[in-house]
Nanobody, 124 residues
Framework: VQLQASGGGLVQAGGSLRLSCAAS??????YAWFRQTPGKEREFVSA????????YYADSVKGRFTISRDNAEKGVYLQMNSLKPEDTAVYYC????????????????????WGQGTQVTVSS
């Protein structure tokens, strides 16, 4: 199983980026995006439960980021708008074989597979 994350880059504050996470060969019960900066733990950004398309967001990105399904690539997108310098991080996509339970959906240990990470840099 392979998850391929892409779409990161350098953008000015207030700009937008769209990250993609493509999964090889199959769809999963749930997908998530996490981000990490040097010296800090990986933090939850957003998640989606595939079948019902229910979505979840960290408070810091709610209203600015949107996670959605990419049916063609059996993966997900993360549309990021109104970006801020504090959004700068390496973004990782993750997938869980079965539908993640809500009490655990924001935890890194809920997910079975991880992509390689894509750098997002927001300049002020």
């Amino acid at each position: 199983v392979q998850l391929q994350a892409s779409g990161g880059g350098l953008v000015q504050a207030g700009g937008s980026l769209r990250l993609s996470c493509a999964a090889s060969a199959r769809t999963f019960g749930g997908y998530a995006w996490f981000r990490q900066t040097p010296g800090k733990e990986r933090e939850f950004v957003s998640a989606i439960r595939w079948s019902e398309r229910s979505t979840y967001y960290a408070d810091s990105v709610k209203g600015r980021f949107t996670i959605s399904r990419d049916n063609a690539e059996k993966g997900v997108y993360l549309q990021m708008n109104s970006l801020k310098p504090e959004d700068t991080a390496v973004y990782y996509c993750a997938a869980k074989t079965t539908r993640p339970i809500l009490s655990n959906i924001r935890n890194t240990d809920a997910y079975d597979f991880w992509g390689q990470g894509t750098q997002v840099t927001v300049s002020s």
